[in-house]
């Protein structure tokens, strides 16, 4: 059952309006249906519209800052759980541990690879819990481009491609999310029988 989602998205707002637009829907549909929110803790860019969304539609969100970027002002301080940690690497595990599924919004680098180091778990049987990708106006068609490039070149099994779920619509991923079981693959890595 999921209760808790983490959301990774960008601290900047990105060039288009329609990606602000999908982090107020998505933040909505989550507090309506009762979802809890574990996101970066900041308060600038998608990560700020999420969080007061959140906030003004009675949802539950919970902050993870590094302390370094507490004292950059950059934290979203009238959160009522927001968790301070001491590196991004404990940042990443404690949302991890917070949450029963995972979404990737827009965003920058630091958003790549949080969804992908998530998504290898996975990959490794480290975890089985839901992953998505809000694909908004087309922001991830070139990275689900290079995921289908690695399967075709074998460097990445087509049963390890179906571990995530993709959607242009906030609902529509949610939807899919809780309904979504995450294949379970007994032998990850591919060898050569003698």
Known sequence: MIKRVCVFCGSSSGARPAYA?????????????????????????????????????????????????????????????????????????????????FIAMPGGYGTFEEFCEILTWTQLGLQRKPCGILNIEGYYDHLLQMFDHAVAEEFVKPVHRQMFIADAAPESLVDRLLAYQVPLVDKWLGREQA
């Open 21 to 101: 637009a999908a982090a107020v829907a998505l933040s909505q549909c989550l507090a309506a249906r009762g979802i809890t929110i574990v996101y970066g803790g900041g308060n600038v860019g998608l990560m700020g519209v999420l969080a007061d969304t959140a906030r003004a539609a009675g949802g539950e969100i919970i902050g993870v800052i590094p302390r370094a970027l507490l004292a950059k002002e950059v934290a979203h301080t009238e959160l009522p759980d927001l968790r301070i940690v001491e590196s991004m690497h404990e940042r990443k595990a404690l949302m991890a541990d917070l949450s029963d599924a």
